[in-house]
C-alpha cells in the first residue's frame, strides 16, 4: 500500500498549494526515501539522471520544445490574429465558437501535443471575443486532444497501441493496426469524453459547479478588443496559419507518423516561408525559435518530474500491486470496468498514458483470457484508462501543453473539468459493465 503513497502526496499537495511542479518533486522524494532511506538523494538523482537518458523523454523534450518554437512563429508573425479576423466573420455567435473549437480538436488529430498547442492558440482569441471563459475553453481542447487521437487509427497514439499489440502476440506481426480498429468500439471513455464535450459545446448539457462560476465571470469582464493591424502585422493573411499547420500534419502523416519528424518539417517549411514572404525577417525567426521552445521550460519540467514518479511508482510496484488487490473481486462479467477503474485511478494519480499501457497489457491480457474474457474489451478498457490520465491528470502531458495554450491556470483547468471527467468516468464504467455481462 505505500506504493500510493508518493502519489497520494503530489494530489493532496497540488490540491493545498494549487501548484504542480513543487508537489511532484515531493512526490518524488518522498518515494525514493521509502524504496531506500540510508540512500535516497543518490537515488532521486539517479533517477532523475536515467530519466533524461531515455530516449522517449529527449523525444519528448524536443517534440514539445519545437511544437512551442513552430507555435511561437505562428503567432509572432501575426497569422493568429489574421486567422481570428476571417474567423470573426463566419464565427458569429458565442455557441458557434465552442462549436469550432470542437471541430478544431477534430481536424488536429494525428497527435495530442499538436491538438492541445494548436487548438488552444487557435481559439484563444476567437473564444475571448465571445467572453468564454478560458476553462470552458481548456476543457474543450483537452476534450478532443487524447480522446481523438486514440479513436482515429491514424495516429502516434493507435501507431504505439499497434505495436504493443504485436509485441505482447496478441495479433501477428503486421497486423497491428487492424487489431487496434478491433479494439476502438470498445474505447468507452474516449467516445463518451468527445460526445459529452460536443453537448456541451452546442449547449445541451449544462454547465454546472465551477465551470458554471467560471462562465459567470467571463460574462461580466471586459472584451479585449483586438489591436490594430499595424501592431500585428498588417501582412499576415489566414494563409499564413493555415498553410505551416497544414505541412505539419502532412509531414507527421507521411514520415512513419512519427510527431519529431513531423515538427521538424513544419518549422524548416515555417521558416523558410516567412522568411520568403518577408512576413519575418531572418532575425526575428531565429530568435522566435528559441523563446517559443525557452516558452516550453516549466511545461516540461512537469513532464520530466511526472516520468520520475512513474519510476516510483514502478520500483514500488505500483500497478501489479492495484491489479493483484482486485484479482480476487474478478469475474469474467466485471473485469473490463474493475480493470478500467483501477487503471484510471493509476492513470491519474501517476500521469502515466503509454507507460501505463507497456506494463499493464502483459498483465491483463493473460489475466482475461485465464477468466474468458472478451480481450479486445479488456484492451479497451486499458486503454481508455490512459485516456482518463492524459484528460483529467492535471500534471499530465497533454494537461499541461492545453494550459499552456490556453493560457488558463492549470489547477483551475482541472477544477473546473472535474465534475464533467467523472460523469464521463461514472458512464463509461457503466458500459463496460453492461457490455461486459453481454459478450
Not at 137 to 153: D, G, K, Q
Not at 197 to 217: C, T
Not at 305 to 321: E, H, I, N, R, W
Not at 372 to 380: D, H, K, P, R, T
Request: glycine content about 6%.
Amino acid at each position: 500500500m505505500l506504493a500510493l503513497l508518493p502519489p497520494f502526496i503530489v494530489v493532496m499537495l497540488s490540491m493545498w498549494l494549487r501548484r504542480a511542479f513543487e508537489p511532484l518533486l515531493m512526490g518524488c522524494l518522498v518515494g525514493y526515501l521509502l524504496i531506500n532511506p540510508s540512500d535516497f538523494p543518490n537515488n532521486f538523482i539517479d533517477g532523475l539522471t536515467k530519466t533524461f537518458q531515455e530516449e522517449s523523454t529527449v523525444w519528448v523534450i524536443l517534440v514539445c520544445g519545437l511544437y512551442g518554437s513552430l507555435i511561437h512563429l505562428i503567432i509572432q508573425s501575426g497569422s493568429v490574429f489574421a486567422f481570428g479576423e476571417t474567423a470573426l466573420q463566419y464565427v458569429t455567435t458565442r455557441r458557434k465558437s465552442l462549436i469550432t473549437t470542437w471541430l478544431m480538436g477534430l481536424f488536429i488529430f494525428i497527435d495530442d501535443y499538436m491538438s492541445a498547442l494548436a487548438v488552444g492558440v487557435t481559439m484563444r482569441k476567437i473564444t475571448d471575443r465571445y467572453q468564454v471563459s478560458r476553462e470552458l475553453l481548456a476543457y474543450l481542447v483537452n476534450a478532443t486532444a487524447a480522446p481523438i487521437c486514440v479513436l482515429i487509427p491514424m495516429t502516434t497514439w493507435s501507431i504505439y497501441c499497434g505495436k504493443l499489440l504485436e509485441d505482447n502476440k496478441i495479433v501477428q506481426k503486421g497486423n497491428g493496426f487492424q487489431g487496434f480498429i478491433d479494439i476502438i468500439p470498445f474505447l468507452f471513455y474516449p467516445w463518451v469524453a468527445v460526445i459529452l464535450a460536443y453537448l456541451v459545446a452546442i449547449g445541451v448539457f449544462p454547465l454546472f459547479s465551477k465551470m458554471k462560476a467560471a462562465e459567470e465571470r467571463a460574462a461580466t469582464a471586459a472584451i479585449e478588443l483586438p489591436l490594430p493591424a499595424s501592431e500585428n502585422n498588417a501582412g499576415a493573411k489566414s494563409v499564413h496559419f493555415f498553410l505551416p499547420l497544414i505541412v505539419l500534419i502532412a509531414a507527421t502523416l507521411y514520415l512513419d507518423k512519427d510527431a519529431l519528424k513531423g515538427v521538424l518539417a513544419g518549422l524548416t517549411f515555417t521558416v523558410f516561408y516567412y522568411a520568403a514572404t518577408r512576413l519575418m525577417t531572418f532575425e526575428a525567426l531565429s530568435e522566435g525559435i528559441f523563446e517559443g521552445f525557452r516558452s516550453m521550460i516549466y511545461a516540461l519540467s512537469i513532464l520530466i518530474m511526472s516520468y520520475v514518479l512513474k519510476k516510483v511508482g514502478d520500483k514500488m510496484g505500483l500497478t501489479p500491486y492495484v491489479i493483484a488487490s482486485v484479482q480476487p473481486y474478478l469475474s469474467k462479467a466485471v473485469l473490463a470496468a474493475v480493470i478500467f477503474v483501477a487503471l484510471s485511478l493509476i492513470s491519474y494519480l501517476t500521469a502515466s498514458s503509454w507507460g501505463l499501457y507497456l506494463v499493464a497489457i502483459p498483465i491483463v491480457v493473460p489475466l482475461a483470457q485465464s477468466l474468458g474474457a472478451n480481450v479486445f474489451l479488456s484492451l479497451g478498457a486499458v486503454i481508455s484508462a490512459g485516456v482518463v490520465g492524459s484528460q483529467s491528470s492535471f500534471y499530465s502531458d497533454a494537461a499541461v501543453l492545453t494550459s499552456a495554450s490556453t493560457e488558463c491556470d492549470g489547477m483551475e483547468m482541472f477544477l473546473t473539468a472535474l465534475p464533467f471527467n467523472l460523469l464521463s468516468i461514472i458512464i463509461s464504467t457503466i458500459l463496460f459493465l453492461i457490455v461486459g455481462f453481454i459478450i
